[in-house]
């Protein structure tokens, strides 16, 4: 195959989830659904965390950002799949591809680590409830979230920049509804060890080290839960991070399932199918999981609504 420089690159082409033309209308109308409920049902809790006094905690105002993170994590992917799906063109430009791959990784990024920060909110919560406010202090809650961002950003921006070196074969289809990274290098006809090497590197320390810390923080507050006496007792403490840890569960299990089904298979078909539960599914189930099985949060949003006539 020829080679051309990354200067030489009009654009590549997202083949999607599928060719078959009788199925783009349902995805369409699929992935139409499931983009709004999103984005309506993640800007619905950050308005109601705002509102409510009571959600003004450190707990609610990690959440808040999830939610915005979540929003801008699927906008990231799933509007230029419905524009191609629609206008039939499967294209994207080289810079515009450049931009999705770098605003991709900033909010994965920024997802994992916000789902760890939370984690260790719940740590504190449990575990040091004496100690909690005198921890967990605005400051240092705009700092974690800062440092998350700084972190995300630099990471995107490393690899982003990498792939200006690379010069690309005249295959430049990507079986994919978004330009995802590691796609983006199997088209490189030039030596790509130094951005598998990054990448791998990325994945370990930005991947495995915060679920480490998820599974740390889980195991003192479990066990801590079960040295407090009552039954109402461990109950209770366990109702405040439960929606987290379904969170989590959804969001590293979907993860991990398909880096599994990617290992097991060689189609990049399969993979792209697999990867819409973690950038699609899981920012629509978010809001669902805190909405449905917290009161406070459930009272914030009957208020919100409830008040939302009155304003016209």
Known sequence: MKSANHTGVSGFLLLGLSEDPEVQPILFGLFLSVYLFTVLGN????????????????????????????????????????????????????????????????????????????????????????????????????????????????????????????????????????????????????????????????????????????????????????RIPSTGGRYKAFSTCGSHLSVVSLFYGTSVGVYLSSAATLSSRRRAVASVMYTVITPMMNPLIYSLRNRDMKGALRKLISAVPFCF
Do not use: W
Request: glycine content about 2%.
């Open 43 to 226: 800007l619905l809790i950050i308005p109601a965390v705002i509102s409510d006094s009571h959600l003004h905690t450190p707990m609610y105002f990690f959440l808040s950002n999830l939610s915005f993170v979540d929003i801008s994590f699927t906008s990231t992917t799933v509007p230029k799949m419905l524009v191609n799906i629609q206008t039939e063109n499967r294209a994207i430009s080289y810079t515009g591809c450049l931009t999705q791959v770098y605003f991709f990784m900033v909010f994965i990024c920024m997802d994992n680590l916000l789902l760890t920060v939370m984690a260790y909110d719940r740590f504190v919560a449990i575990c040091h409830p004496l100690y909690y406010t005198v921890i967990m202090s605005p400051r240092l809650c705009g700092l974690l979230i800062l440092l998350s961002f700084f972190i995300s950003i630099v990471n995107a921006l490393v690899q982003s920049l990498m792939v200006l070196h690379l010069s690309f074969c005249t295959d430049l289809e990507i079986p994919h509804f978004f330009c995802e990274l590691a796609q983006i290098l199997k088209l490189a006809c030039s030596d790509t060890l130094i951005n598998n090497i990054l990448l791998c590197l990325a994945t370990s320390l930005l991947g495995v080290v915060p679920l480490s810390g998820i599974i740390f923080s889980y195991i003192r507050i479990v066990s801590s839960i079960l």
